[in-house]
Nanobody, 124 residues
Framework: QVQLVESGGGLVQAGGSLRLSCATS????????MGWFRQAPEKEREFVAT????????SYADSVKGRFTISRDNIKNTMYLQMNSLKPEDTAVYYC?????????????????WGQGTQVTVSS
């Protein structure tokens, strides 16, 4: 089992930036895909971005494409989400997740382990 710990959330004004981190332990980090999801109050958890095991392939939700960048450091066993041009509708709890295998898609079932989440609040 993988232990996942998110950090970097907080309160930011619209147009601002935040960088989320997800530190992992327990499995060989470079052997599985990773992803970010988010959940706003009274809404279902939604896909944000995914990155394959090597970091060479990424995919994004349309709502964040061009504003968010997912990356990973397989030496530091850490994944990142750089969030720029933040909007109030980006307000949510952000979760990192570890995939079952080397690639993962935009569905929660593709991910085996989940972090506890970090709150991101964007004020208008």
């Amino acid at each position: 089992q993988v232990q996942l710990v998110e950090s970097g959330g907080g309160l930011v004004q619209a147009g601002g930036s935040l960088r989320l981190s997800c530190a992992t332990s327990g499995r060989t980090f470079s052997s599985y895909a990773m992803g970010w999801f988010r959940q706003a109050p009274e809404k279902e958890r939604e896909f944000v971005a995914t990155i394959n095991f090597s970091g060479r392939s990424t995919s994004y939700a349309d709502s964040v494409k061009g504003r968010f960048t997912i990356s990973r450091d397989n030496i530091k066993n850490t994944m990142y989400l750089q969030m720029n041009s933040l909007k109030p509708e980006d307000t949510a709890v952000y979760y990192c997740a570890a995939g079952w295998g080397r690639v993962a898609d935009n569905t929660p079932s593709s991910y085996r382990d989940w972090g506890q989440g970090t709150q991101v609040t964007v004020s208008s």
